[in-house]
């Protein structure tokens, strides 16, 4: 992948921040693993309502069915009595699993939560690509809220009372560096895997469907095929992220698995604010939008809901490209793009234009 | 019609009560030009979406390269080799020019594509051979949809030679050009035709650049075929002049 010098200086100060930002501010561990979990999200949202331009309101989805996978397969693999007795015991029973227990459960639940996503994103696949435009919104929308609400009906997975996740096998600090590095590493795999995609055919692709989804079936290109990897990429790494965000938790029930007013409407927020369809919009929108939920928290308690929601209605109406799309109208040649090119001639140069 | 690519027998279809095409029998010659003159609505891009799968067709038959497509989508036909373009234009507006012309490439199964193929090497030098083919090269990297009408059509011409299709449909594809630059395309779609090996099937409604570029040509009125032949032909046919050429 070549990159400019401004992308290496970006991916410096990154690094910088990411490895050295817990080391100087530990206090500020978990908010900063936080914000790496909303890049993500942002970021993945964007593939499929940025780049495609399916505006899912239903990503969540994923993240709360992987958290709910990552406990059953943490759980049933070292504890003898089954999913179903500690989950209705409601947290009275503790099981002690070793470290190598602990770790590999988790390891295994992650994974089996960004696989189970993946599925569940095709299976939606198959009937949710009928609907376009705010019909695919609302639809995936109701989806998330369908599928929270027969999470709860599933007493194998202690219905509306919740699950306790395993005890981390290790002091509180231990803990929250463990986590934040699992954050940190998926955000950055997400980042580099995004990166390479829209490099290749199918980030064009993906373009194609969302200026005119119409003409790209006519000429030819696999719509269907394309819209369902389209989806699926963002449902592994939601389902993976819902698998840390539940042990981070702690506990996991309809409300933390399912966030939709909050997380779920974030994601979006911050790739409309940083520039939706551009590689750093959704990781810039999530910086900043972090950085002012977190700053309005602590100093705006009151008036926080507020302040991002004058953020939103300053988005929407005065910046709708994006702080990214307005950098790259503003500042065309820092980011390569090159808007005409009168020194090279051609044959018919005169006559086209 | 000794070897047909294109086989249309008894087609019809109407939309509610407008019969849009009626019994239509026609073919395209494998490696020809030919076009398709008639009337405003008398239904000459209804056939082009009956042949391209666009709709269902209510009864009759078509044919690609002896194969019956009229139960394929528009998809499948497109892989299997026949593209059309839109008498609207439609192109990728908020992507460049070259951009354009690479996602362009042939999906059919014998072709090189690959899902997560980059972008750079073969596939880009003949994007911008295309785009020079169409007198576009210096536009290559404007955002497509920020390109003139005109400019927009040759634009989409030229990403339907990056599909190497078999066969492509042009829904007027002089319409909105400008005139002194109508005799530079109607020199490039023979060349598409010639060169590239590309039958070629043109609606067209300016006489001048139809009975130059077509070796046979079909008119339609009211939804039916009404005639056909070579230009020479049309021009003499009382039918036609009456239908359709009569102001001229
Ligand atoms: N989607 C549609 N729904 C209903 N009627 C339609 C539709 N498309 C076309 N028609 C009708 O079918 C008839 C044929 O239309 P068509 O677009 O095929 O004409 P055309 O020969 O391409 O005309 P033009 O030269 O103006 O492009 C017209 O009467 C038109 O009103
Ligand atoms: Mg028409």
């Known amino acids: ?232 990429i963002p449902a592994f790494f939601m389902g993976c992220i819902g698998a840390v965000a539940g042990n981070m938790a702690g506990f996991i029930d309809k409300e933390v698995a399912y966030p939709i007013p909050t997380f779920g409407i974030f994601m979006v927020a911050m790739a409309l604010l940083g520039g939706k369809g551009t590689l750093w919009g959704p990781v810039l929108g999530a910086i900043i939008f972090h950085v002012i939920k977190e700053a309005t928290w602590t100093y705006l308690l009151n008036l926080q809901w507020v302040a991002l929601g004058l953020i939103l209605i300053i988005n929407i109406v005065y910046f709708q490209q994006g702080i990214m799309g307005w950098l790259q109208t503003k500042y065309p040649e820092r980011f390569g793009i090159v808007v005409d090119t009168s020194t090279v001639t051609d044959a018919d140069g005169k006559e086209a234009a | 019609m000794s070897d047909p690519i294109i086989k249309v027998e008894g087609v019809s279809k109407s939309y ?81 020019c070259v951009d354009n012309m690479q996602i362009s490439v042939s999906h059919r199964g014998d072709s090189k594509f690959s899902m997560f193929a980059s972008r750079k090497g073969e596939i880009k030098d003949r994007a911008e051979h295309l785009l020079e083919f169409v007198g576009l090269y210096s536009k290559r990297n404007l955002i497509s949809g920020d390109l003139s009408f005109g400019q927009q059509k040759l634009l989409e011409f030229a990403m339907a030679l990056m599909n190497e299709p078999k066969v492509l449909l042009l829904d007027e594809p002089t319409a909105g050009i400008n005139p002194t630059l109508i005799n530079g395309l109607i020199d490039r779609l023979r060349r598409a035709n010639e060169e590239l090996g590309i039958t070629l099937c043109v609606i067209e409604h300016n006489m001048r650049v139809i009975m130059n570029l077509a070796s046979h040509i079909y008119c339609l009125a009211n939804g039916r075929m009404l005639a056909n032949g070579t230009p020479e032909e049309l021009q003499n046919d009382q039918r036609v002049i009456d239908a359709y050429l009569g102001g001229h």
């Not at chain 1, 929270?148 to 509180?172: C, K, N, Q, R």
């Not at chain 1, 199918?202 to 030819?220: T, V």
């Not at chain 2, 009759?60 to 892989?79: N, T, Y």
């Open chain 1, 1 to 232: 992948m070549s990159m400019t010098r401004d992308t290496k200086v970006t991916y410096g100060l990154l690094a910088l921040f990411g490895i050295f930002g817990p080391i100087l501010f530990p206090d500020y561990t978990l908010s900063i693993a936080y914000l790496w979990m909303m890049v993500l999200m942002a970021s993945t949202w964007d593939t499929l309502g940025g780049q495609m331009g399916y505006n899912s309101l239903g990503n969540i989805t994923f993240f709360g069915v992987g958290m709910y996978v990552s406990a059953i397969v943490q759980v049933s693999f070292f504890y003898e009595g089954g999913v179903a007795e500690y989950t209705s015991a409601m947290g009275s029973i503790k099981p002690e699993f070793t470290p190598a227990e602990y770790f590999w459960g988790l390891g295994l639940g992650i994974l089996a939560a960004g696989v189970v996503g993946l599925v569940l994103s095709v299976i939606f696949s198959s009937f949710m690509f009928g609907l376009r435009g705010p019909y695919f919104a609302i639809g995936s929308l109701g989806l998330a809220i369908a599928v929270a609400e027969v999470t709860i009906t599933i007493d194998y997975v202690g219905g509306a009372s919740g699950i306790s996740m395993p005890l981390f096998p290790g002091d509180i600090e231990f803990r929250s560096t463990f986590f934040y590095i699992l954050c940190f590493v998926l955000t950055i795999i997400s980042h580099f895997l995004l990166r390479w995609l829209y490099s290749t055919q199918f980030g064009l692709a993906i373009n194609a469907i969302r200026d005119d989804e119409d003409k790209a079936e006519a000429m030819g290109i696999p719509t269907l095929a394309y819209k369902r990897i389209g989806w699926a």
């Open chain 2, 16 to 96: 509610g009560g407008v019969k849009a095409n009626v019994d239509i029998t026609m073919g395209v010659e494998r490696g020809s030009i030919t076009g398709i003159i008639g009337p405003n609505g008398c239904g000459k891009t209804t056939l082009f979406n009956s042949i391209v799968g666009y709709h269902p067709i209510d009864s009759g038959s078509i044919q690609f390269d002896g194969q019956e497509i009229s139960h394929l989508l528009v998809g499948d036909i497109a892989r299997l080799g026949m593209l059309r373009t839109f008498q609207q234009t439609r192109i990728y507006g908020k992507m460049n």
